[in-house]
């Protein structure tokens, strides 16, 4: 069975500084693995992905995540934080069950970000 | 393109009744994905349809349900309720079958609760 953790409920930084999300993640196949953001009220939009190839990936609002197969890790980052990044973000991971994808979300970690 | 859209977006009921909710995917699109979202659960998969198949089903009772129609819209029911299927009710969709595997847009949610 796969799990995700996500290390802090909460996160805080200052505009402007880097942000780090963490996320590990177990499975018993290579998984896929995602990053969505949630705005208050609103559901979940993706931020970025990954399944094959280049294990730095790139996303939307100048999100990456790095996939390290040998730490079980695809921690989020950005090089500098906005007041519009504050939201809730979820680490997802999906591996093929019977022949279909089923997702696991970790528990979510709130982002709030400081003037 | 209109976005994915669920009603009603608040509900409230008591214990014992039973209630509908709706979802309406991108134009296009064939899968549709229910998620249960609770502070205390996080995000949990219920059920995901392709071309009116129910594909995937996560752990839940039986008291929840799921069907889609030809024009790929789903609705989902849940029966007898209880305190704890207060939630907010989350409605996904995608092009191809395969649940996250392929990208999923996710609506506002339908907040459902239960007194």
């Known amino acids: 069975a796969q799990s995700v953790t996500q290390l802090g409920s909460h996160v805080s930084v200052s505009e402007g500084a880097l942000v780090l999300l963490r996320c590990n993640y177990s499975s018993s196949v290579p998984p896929y693995l995602f990053w969505y953001v949630q705005y208050p009220n609103q559901g979940l939009q993706l931020l970025l992905k990954?399944?094959?190839?280049?294990?730095l990936v790139k996303g939307i609002n100048g999100f990456e995540a790095e996939f390290k197969k040998s730490e079980t890790s695809f921690h989020l980052t950005k090089p500098s934080a906005h007041m519009s990044d504050a939201a809730e973000y979820f680490c997802a991971v999906s591996d093929r069950s019977g022949g279909s994808y089923i997702p696991t979300f970790g528990r979510g970690t709130s982002l709030i970000v400081h003037p | 393109k209109a976005g994915v859209t669920q009603t009603p977006r608040y509900l409230i009921k008591t214990r014992g009744q039973q209630v509908t909710l709706s979802c309406s995917p991108i134009s296009g699109h064939r899968s549709v994905s229910w998620y249960q979202q609770t502070p205390g659960q996080g995000l949990q998969f219920l059920f995901e349809?392709?071309?009116?198949?129910?594909?995937n089903k996560g752990n839940f009772p039986g008291r929840f349900s799921g069907r889609q129609f030809s024009n790929s819209r789903s609705e989902m029911n849940v029966s007898t309720l209880e305190l704890g299927d207060s939630a907010l009710y989350l409605c996904?969709?995608?092009?191809?079958?395969?649940?996250?595997?392929?990208?999923?847009?996710f609506g506002p949610g339908t907040r459902l609760t239960v007194l």
């Open positions: 990954y399944t094959t190839g280049a294990t």
């Open positions: 349809y392709f071309s009116e198949t129910q594909r």
């Open positions: 996904a969709s995608s092009l191809g079958a395969g649940g996250t595997y392929n990208e999923q847009f």
